[in-house]
């Protein structure tokens, strides 16, 4: 298949297109994790493409982590897979953060040509001079920028990256974006929309019923995916209405039948032929195979009805109340310098959040953007200059981290203080049944963890929302969601984020900021 998206039996790939690369193949691969009774993968075959520069997205939950881990054997399974060519994943967990990054380099892999590690780190634009540095006091842009050098500057590898862009900020994911698009051979998982479309050239899609590989970006399958869902559901519409006209006539034609049978038993009128009932008998039994046969061709359309609408990712609306606050300007930053020791992070930022305004705080990694947030909500930042906040104010945080979160969702639902039936419904909407939040949180993927914060603070009775980078692990169609419920509800919020696509479509205002 050249153009557009090909359709696949639920639990397999496959190679779309001959091409000379590579192909690393599974067979029968059926994974399932301790304690759970529903398997992630069941009898799933495929082939890939290692030349492919290949985007692997889906809801949260799906498995994508889990497939990298499987082609990565790090996980027991059942199956096969094999691959001509030796895999490598990102991240790589250091052991040693403290020694140098040259060691962490070294551990990544012990026969690195320096040569070509210094030319992959031209490309990222990092200085040589990071290698003599710790490993841990690299950012983690830099840290995400290293592995990738180590990792392409090997040969013959084909690399697994698990999201890359957790720890970039715009510019760093637009470098990074460039870089990789230059590159070939890699499966890499990414929420980020214009990310993928920077870098990839097809997009495997873990679907809800089945798996799908399309040709192209991620807006190429995004298209594709729509245009496929529309069609299916005007089908699946005309489909129900012919069920429904099949049903009532058949039902006609057995009643009508059952009638005439029970005519025929009776005695024949004195005015009727004498072969009365044998007539009627007949016509009963016609009437009686028409309707068999109307039900036959009311079973095949419902037949026909299963195989639609499988794939249907509905995106359901999420909802939003604000509380409305008493004055117009809700809270004001002025002259704020923070430091941490001797290192400024930012200095003489200025910030007004009035209500109704949704402000995009943007900068480089290390400016001081969570610092403002946290400022904002009142946390112990070292500052100077001056705090305002409106008297009352309740604001709703949402953090980058999810570490903190554990227990029960009924305990968080008692801390949060917030309404049980909403925050069940959210989470649904966002594709975290409530049976899987019935076990301990911190047993849930990040992303269904992110979710789960990002639910409780919908939930949570404030009137200005702060949320620092809240779409980290989020899938794309959740992402979509947020975005369609900021702008349906247009509540007061600030936020940092580095999804170009999700600041475009939903920033009134963007402030920019710069290291001190």
Not at 261 to 276: F, M, T
Request: aromatic share 8%; hydrophobic share 35%.
């Amino acid at each position: 298949m050249h153009n557009g998206c090909g359709m696949l039996s639920c639990g397999h790939f496959y190679v779309m297109e001959g091409t000379q690369c590579h192909r690393s193949k599974s067979k029968n691969l059926t994974f399932t994790y301790d304690g759970s009774y529903e398997p992630v993968f069941e009898n799933a075959s495929f082939q890939i493409d290692t030349g492919w520069r290949l985007g692997l997205i889906g809801r949260n939950g799906r498995g994508k982590t889990t497939l990298l881990r499987l082609l990565c054997g790090t996980y027991p399974y059942q199956g096969t897979i094999s691959a001509s060519t030796p895999v490598s994943y990102f991240p790589y967990l250091i052991r040693r953060p403290e020694a140098p990054a040259i060691d962490a380099v070294s551990e990544m892999e012990p026969d690195y040509e320096l040569r070509r590690l210094q030319c992959e780190m031209e490309k990222l634009r990092l200085d040589e001079s990071i290698l003599l540095r710790s490993y841990a006091t690299l950012s983690g842009g830099e840290q995400t920028k290293l592995q990738l050098a180590v990792l392409f500057s090997s040969e013959q590898h084909y690399l697994l990256i698990d999201e890359p862009t957790n720890h970039l900020d715009l510019p760093g994911r637009e470098l990074v974006s460039r870089y990789l698009s230059r590159k070939r051979g890699f499966l890499l998982v990414s929420h980020d929309r214009a990310f993928l479309d920077g870098c990839v050239d097809h997009i495997l899609s873990i679907n809800r019923a089945d798996i799908q590989v399309c040709r192209g970006n991620f807006s190429t399958w995004m298209e594709n995916r729509e245009r496929q869902d529309a069609f299916e559901q005007r089908k699946n519409e005309k489909l129900l209405r012919e069920i429904a006209r099949l049903q009532d006539t058949a039902r006609e034609k057995t009643q009508w039948a059952g009638r005439a049978e029970a005519r025929k038993i009776g005695s024949a009128p004195a005015d009727r032929p004498d072969n009365y009932r044998s007539y009627q008998g007949a016509k009963a039994e016609r009437t009686m195979a028409r309707a068999k046969a109307i039900e036959k061709r009311r079973e095949a359309a419902l037949e026909e009805k299963k195989l639609l609408l499988k794939n249907l990712e509905r995106r359901e609306e999420l909802k939003l109340v604000q509380l409305p606050f008493y004055t117009e300007r809700l809270a004001e930053l002025r002259n704020i310098r923070i430091a941490y020791g001797a290192r400024t992070v930012c200095d003489s930022f200025g910030l007004s959040v009035r209500a109704g305004e949704r402000i995009a705080l943007q900068g480089p990694n290390g400016c001081g953007k969570s610092s403002i947030l946290h400022l904002l909500c009142g946390m112990d930042v070292p500052h100077g200059g001056e705090v305002r906040r409106g008297s009352g104010l309740r604001i709703s945080f949402v953090g980058q981290n999810t570490s903190g979160l554990c227990g029960s969702a009924a305990e968080l639902i008692r801390e949060k203080e917030i309404e049980e039936s909403r925050f069940y419904s959210i989470l649904n909407k966002l594709d975290v049944p409530k049976a899987q939040l019935e076990r301990d949180l911190r047993l849930l993927s990040e992303g269904q963890r992110k979710k789960v914060l990002l639910a409780a603070s919908l939930c949570e009775q404030a009137h200005l929302h702060v949320w620092d980078e809240p779409l980290n692990y989020i899938d794309v169609i959740s992402r979509i969601q947020i975005e369609e419920l900021l702008l349906r509800f247009r509540p007061t919020i600030v936020f940092v984020e580095h999804d170009k696509a999700f600041c475009e479509h939903v920033a009134t205002r963007i402030v920019s900021m710069q290291k001190a």
